[in-house]
């Protein structure tokens, strides 16, 4: 699959990224806009600065495609951002100049009662799949907790939780994706179709494409929860401070 638009349309990045969004304005933000941090970039750690080229929310795999072209064509760097969670604001690009990806739109959801597959959008956050997964047929698979984690980079890096002990990683759940490659195509990937593109998803994707949507085998969410404390007693504060003092 690919997309029909032709960068030749263009004679600069933005007017090919708004070309791209038919001239829709929620769906890029450039520097020139007064609230574009804030209303746009919102960068996970505000000790880095990161200034992208561009924030795109693409609706479709096909505006991730035309997306892709425009930043190859003026060769920028792609970036897509899931959740933002990054301390070094690498969802962004982690350096001036990209163009970001906000798959923010990208939280469709469906569950096979059959075979008990999960679809998942790339934009959908940790409580999201959580929520979805239990509402769906009672299901749950492998991943952290943090609830603001978006799924898309979550399950093709790694994505370890309290349940990995019993379960493996999240992307040990991994069975078939949805990707927009560098070249700007959509392809499924899985172990029966582009195996070799699916092995590079599972830990390598940004170097390849964008992930639109991933599908997940999943597991009965356990019936019982086990909840515990401890509490560790190392000393007094008042000896604890001499001894520090004496250090």
């Given at each position: 699959?690919?997309?029909?638009?032709?960068?030749?349309?263009?004679?600069?990045?933005q007017?090919?990224?708004?070309a791209?969004?038919?001239?829709?304005?929620?769906?890029?933000?450039?520097?020139?806009?007064?609230?574009?941090?804030?209303?746009?970039?919102?960068?996970?750690?505000?000790?880095?600065?990161?200034?992208?080229?561009?924030?795109?929310?693409?609706?479709?795999?096909?505006?991730?495609?035309?997306?892709i072209?425009?930043?190859?064509?003026?060769?920028?760097?792609?970036?897509?951002?899931?959740?933002?969670?990054?301390?070094?604001?690498?969802?962004?690009?982690?350096?001036?100049?990209?163009?970001a990806?906000?798959?923010?739109?990208?939280?469709?959801?469906?569950?096979?009662?059959?075979?008990?597959?999960?679809?998942?959008?790339?934009?959908?956050?940790?409580?999201?799949?959580?929520?979805?997964?239990?509402?769906?047929?009672?299901?749950?698979?492998?991943?952290?907790?943090?609830?603001?984690?978006?799924?898309?980079?979550?399950?093709?890096?790694?994505?370890?939780?309290?349940?990995s002990?019993?379960?493996?990683?999240c992307?040990?759940?991994?069975?078939?994706?949805?990707?927009?490659?560098?070249?700007?195509?959509?392809?499924?990937?899985?172990?029966?179709?582009?195996?070799?593109?699916?092995?590079?998803?599972?830990?390598?994707?940004?170097?390849?494409?964008?992930?639109?949507?991933?599908?997940?085998?999943?597991?009965?969410?356990?019936a019982t929860?086990?909840?515990?404390?401890?509490?560790?007693?190392?000393?007094?504060q008042?000896?604890?401070?001499?001894?520090?003092?004496?250090w």
């Open positions: 699959m690919g997309n029909a638009f032709s960068t030749n349309m263009a004679s600069t990045l007017e090919c990224i708004e791209v969004s038919h001239g829709r304005a929620e769906f890029a933000g450039f520097p020139s806009d007064p609230s574009y941090q804030t209303a746009w970039v919102k960068p996970y750690n505000l000790e880095i600065p990161v200034t992208p080229a561009a924030v795109v929310r693409p609706q479709t795999a096909e505006d991730i495609a035309g997306f072209q425009c930043a190859a064509a003026y060769n920028v760097k792609v970036q897509a951002k899931s959740g933002g969670h990054s301390y070094g604001n690498y969802g962004l690009g982690g350096v001036d100049g990209a163009v990806i906000d798959m923010v739109h990208f939280q469709h959801f469906s569950l096979d009662n059959t075979t008990w597959l999960a679809t998942i959008g790339a934009g959908t956050r940790l409580k999201g799949v959580a929520q979805k997964l239990h509402d769906a047929g009672g299901r749950a698979i492998a991943m952290g907790v943090s609830p603001g984690i978006g799924i898309g980079g979550h399950a093709t890096i790694g994505g370890l939780g309290p349940i002990r019993m379960w493996g990683s992307l040990d759940h991994v069975v078939e994706a949805e990707v927009v490659t560098a070249d700007g195509r959509i392809q499924r990937a899985s172990d029966a179709q582009n195996p070799d593109l699916f092995w590079t998803l599972k830990g390598a994707v940004s170097g390849f494409g964008v992930i639109t949507e991933v599908v997940f085998r999943t597991h009965p969410e356990p929860v086990v909840q515990y404390d401890y509490t560790i007693t190392i000393g007094s008042a000896a604890m401070a001499t001894s520090y003092s004496a």
